[in-house]
C-alpha cells in the first residue's frame, strides 16, 4: 500500500513510518519539522520505499502537490499525527498547533474527498482536560479550560474530533479517531517537557529532578510499540469503527513514584526538587480501554519498566553525563 504519516518525524510518527516500512508498505512522510527531527527517520531515508517531503499540512493541495511529485494518483491512507504534541511547544507555538488540528485536518479530510483514502486522526486523552471522572471513558465529554495555558492543544483537538464527524457525515469517509494517552518512545525529545524525557534526561546528568506539584498526580504510560500496533489495528478495523477510541495503558503511577523508578534505574545521584505547578495540569489522567480491548482486541503488552529501560539507553548515547 502507499502510505503517508504526517508528522512521521516525531516520537511517535517515526516508529510508524519504521512500522509500516518493515510490513513492504510505500511509506510518504510529510512533516514542516516544527516540533520533529529529522534525525528520527535518518534511518529511514536509505531505504527505497521511503520518502520525505517538509511540507505544511496546512499548505492548500499539499497531498494532492506531493502525489505529482510521486507521479501516483493517491495515497491508500494517511495516518495523521501532525501537531505539536508537549506542552512547551504547543504553548510556544500556540497558532500554529490550531491551525494544525483545523485547517491541516481539514485538508486531510479534503485529500479523502478527492481520493476516498482512509483516515486515521490521532487525538488525545487532553480533550478530556482536568478530568471529574475517573477512568477516562470515550463518553465523557471532559472538563477543559478554554482560555487556560493548555486550550490551544485541548480545545484545537476537540475542534478537529468535530470537523472529522462533520466530514464524515455530509461525505460519507472513511475515518477513524484515536485518542492517544501518554506514550513514550526512544524519540522523544531530551528538551521537550514531557515528564519521562525530563526525568531521564537529568538522572543521566546527575542534575536535581524537578517535580511539578507534590508528585502524588498519576499518570499511565505506554510504551511506544504497543501504541503503534493499536494504531494500525484502527486504521484496518474491518468493522468501519470510526471511534473515538482511548489508545494508552490503564496502569496508574505517581509522578513522584516514577521519578523514585528512573533514579532507581540510572543509577543516579539526582536528588528530588519540587516546583510550582502549572495551571491546569490534571490530577489524574487514565484510560479506560474496554473499547478497545472490545474492538480491536489490543491492550498493551509492554510493562513501564521495560519501555523505561530501552529509552534509558537510548538517552545514554544523547545525553552527556555532568
Same mark, same amino acid.
Request: contains cysteine; positive net charge.
Given at each position: 500500500?502507499?502510505?503517508?504519516?504526517?508528522?512521521?518525524?516525531?516520537?511517535?510518527?517515526?516508529?510508524?513510518?519504521?512500522?509500516?516500512?518493515?510490513?513492504?508498505?510505500?511509506?510518504?512522510?510529510?512533516?514542516?519539522?516544527?516540533?520533529?527531527?529529522?534525525?528520527?527517520?535518518?534511518?529511514?531515508?536509505?531505504?527505497?520505499?521511503?520518502?520525505?517531503?517538509?511540507? @505544511?499540512?496546512?499548505?492548500?493541495?499539499?497531498?494532492?502537490?506531493?502525489?505529482?511529485?510521486?507521479?501516483?494518483?493517491?495515497?491508500?491512507?494517511?495516518?495523521?499525527?501532525?501537531?505539536?504534541?508537549? +506542552?512547551?511547544?504547543?504553548?510556544?507555538?500556540?497558532?500554529?498547533?490550531?491551525?494544525?488540528?483545523?485547517?491541516?485536518?481539514?485538508?486531510?479530510?479534503?485529500?479523502?474527498?478527492?481520493?476516498?483514502?482512509?483516515?486515521?486522526?490521532?487525538?488525545?486523552?487532553?480533550?478530556?482536560?482536568? $478530568?471529574?471522572?475517573? $477512568?477516562?471513558?470515550?463518553?465523557?465529554?471532559?472538563?477543559?479550560?478554554?482560555?487556560?495555558?493548555?486550550?490551544?492543544?485541548?480545545?484545537?483537538?476537540?475542534?478537529?474530533?468535530?470537523?472529522?464527524?462533520?466530514?464524515?457525515?455530509?461525505?460519507?469517509?472513511?475515518?477513524?479517531?484515536?485518542?492517544?494517552?501518554?506514550?513514550?518512545?526512544?524519540?522523544?525529545?531530551?528538551?521537550?517537557?514531557?515528564?519521562?524525557?525530563?526525568?531521564?534526561?537529568?538522572?543521566?546528568?546527575?542534575? @536535581?529532578?524537578?517535580?511539578?506539584?507534590?508528585?502524588?498526580?498519576?499518570?499511565?504510560?505506554?510504551?511506544?510499540?504497543?501504541?503503534?500496533?493499536?494504531?494500525?489495528?484502527?486504521?484496518?478495523?474491518?468493522?468501519?469503527?470510526?471511534?473515538?477510541?482511548?489508545?494508552?495503558?490503564?496502569?496508574?503511577?505517581?509522578?513522584?513514584?516514577?521519578?523514585?523508578?528512573?533514579?532507581?534505574?540510572?543509577?543516579?545521584?539526582?536528588?528530588?526538587?519540587?516546583?510550582?505547578? +502549572?495551571?491546569? @495540569?490534571?490530577?489524574?489522567?487514565? $484510560?479506560?480501554?474496554?473499547?478497545?480491548?472490545?474492538?480491536?482486541?489490543?491492550?498493551?503488552?509492554?510493562?513501564?519498566?521495560?519501555?523505561?529501560?530501552?529509552?534509558?539507553?537510548?538517552?545514554?548515547?544523547?545525553?552527556?553525563?555532568?
Amino acid at each position: 500500500m502507499k502510505i503517508c504519516v504526517t508528522g512521521g518525524s516525531g516520537a511517535i510518527g517515526s516508529f510508524l513510518c519504521e512500522s509500516l516500512l518493515k510490513e513492504g508498505n510505500h511509506v510518504v512522510c510529510v512533516d514542516n519539522l516544527l516540533t520533529g527531527d529529522i534525525e528520527n527517520i535518518k534511518n529511514l531515508k536509505e531505504n527505497k520505499l521511503f520518502k520525505f517531503f517538509r511540507n @505544511d499540512i496546512c499548505e492548500n493541495n499539499v497531498f494532492k502537490n506531493v502525489c505529482n511529485v510521486l507521479n501516483i494518483k493517491k495515497f491508500d491512507q494517511i495516518y495523521n499525527l501532525a501537531s505539536p504534541a508537549s +506542552p512547551i511547544h504547543y504553548q510556544r507555538n500556540s497558532i500554529e498547533t490550531i491551525e494544525a488540528n483545523t485547517i491541516g485536518v481539514m485538508n486531510v479530510l479534503k485529500e479523502a474527498i478527492r481520493t476516498n483514502c482512509d483516515i486515521l486522526h490521532t487525538s488525545t486523552s487532553e480533550i478530556y482536560g482536568e $478530568p471529574l471522572v475517573h $477512568p477516562q471513558k470515550e463518553t465523557y465529554y471532559g472538563n477543559v479550560n478554554i482560555v487556560g495555558p493548555r486550550s490551544c492543544y485541548d480545545e484545537s483537538k476537540r475542534c478537529s474530533e468535530t470537523i472529522i464527524m462533520s466530514y464524515k457525515e455530509k461525505y460519507d469517509l472513511n475515518v477513524r479517531i484515536v485518542r492517544i494517552f501518554n506514550c513514550f518512545s526512544e524519540n522523544l525529545a531530551s528538551n521537550d517537557g514531557r515528564v519521562i524525557s525530563n526525568f531521564i534526561a537529568q538522572t543521566l546528568r546527575n542534575l @536535581d529532578v524537578t517535580i511539578y506539584g507534590d508528585g502524588t498526580q498519576t499518570r499511565s504510560f505506554c510504551y511506544v510499540d504497543d501504541m503503534i500496533n493499536g494504531l494500525k489495528l484502527m486504521m484496518n478495523n474491518k468493522s468501519n469503527f470510526v471511534g473515538p477510541i482511548n489508545l494508552g495503558n490503564p496502569n496508574e503511577i505517581s509522578i513522584i513514584d516514577l521519578a523514585k523508578k528512573v533514579i532507581n534505574m540510572t543509577n543516579s545521584k539526582s536528588k528530588i526538587i519540587f516546583n510550582k505547578l +502549572p495551571k491546569n @495540569d490534571p490530577a489524574r489522567r487514565c $484510560p479506560d480501554i474496554s473499547l478497545a480491548k472490545e474492538k480491536l482486541l489490543w491492550e498493551p503488552k509492554t510493562s513501564l519498566e521495560e519501555g523505561l529501560e530501552k529509552v534509558i539507553n537510548s538517552f545514554k548515547k544523547r545525553v552527556n553525563r555532568k
